[in-house]
């Protein structure tokens, strides 16, 4: 069975730093890039990050921009999704998705992340 | 950036067929979209890529009531024959070297 599985969230002070897995199965994960999208409660999806097939390239949305990272371990076939100085507007729930070409991307089911004091 | 535009809301009578509309940004109409489904509660669930010129790729048991087509800047989603288990929020995603993009979103209410 094709899955994604995300794992590591749970609740965070402000400030704080939280490190989001997915793990990957039933594909070859060296050939996907891999994304991180959330969803703050109530509201729609916003894309987060992505990384290439070999882990060489990484974007990120401006929100997050030089307080997350996102990476990868193709022999693990997991991607993760550091974050660091936690903001009340993050709690969300993070979702892991795969992604190749024309093939049909893959979600997980996701991950909430809580920033409260 | 690309921006994509969506109604808010839409509604369908149980066996009517709907049609939901993603308005791709002043010069980005050639982009290809994905549209994901989220019913209440639920993780979103992938439906097709769509390029716009009539190439689409489906999700695997996606029924073909589920279909897409285009119009210049606009992709749309047709389901025929809807069903109440199709309300839900549905989503269009583009995406270029620099970014990924989504709609916000279209719930869908089944009358």
């Known amino acids: 069975e094709v899955q994604v599985v995300e794992s590591g969230g749970g609740l965070v002070q402000p400030g704080g730093s939280l490190r989001l897995s997915c793990a990957a199965s039933g594909f070859t994960f060296s050939n996907y890039w891999m994304h991180w999208v959330r969803q703050a409660p109530g509201k729609g999806l916003v894309w987060v990050s992505r990384v290439n097939e070999d882990g060489t390239i990484t974007t990120y949305a401006d929100s997050v921009k030089g307080r997350f990272t996102v990476s990868r371990d193709n022999a693990k076939s997991t991607v993760y999704l550091q974050l660091n100085s936690l903001r009340v507007d993050d709690t969300a729930v993070y979702y892991c998705?795969?992604?190749?070409?024309?093939?049909?991307?893959?979600w997980g089911q996701g991950t909430l992340v809580t920033v409260s004091s | 950036q690309p921006v994509l535009t969506q109604s808010s809301s839409a509604s369908a009578s149980l066996g009517s067929s709907v049609r939901l509309t993603c308005t791709l940004s002043s010069g980005h109409s050639s982009y290809i979209i994905a549209w994901h489904q989220q019913q209440p509660g639920k993780a979103p669930r992938y439906l097709m890529k769509f390029d716009g010129s009539g190439g689409y790729k489906k999700g695997s048991g996606l029924p073909e009531r589920f279909s897409g087509s285009s119009s210049g800047p606009d992709r749309y989603l047709t389901i025929s024959h809807v069903q109440s288990e199709d309300e839900a929020d549905y989503y269009c995603e583009t995406w270029d070297t620099k970014t990924q993009v989504f709609g916000g979103g279209t719930k869908l209410t089944v009358l």
């Open positions: 998705v795969a992604d190749r070409g024309w093939e049909p991307k893959v």
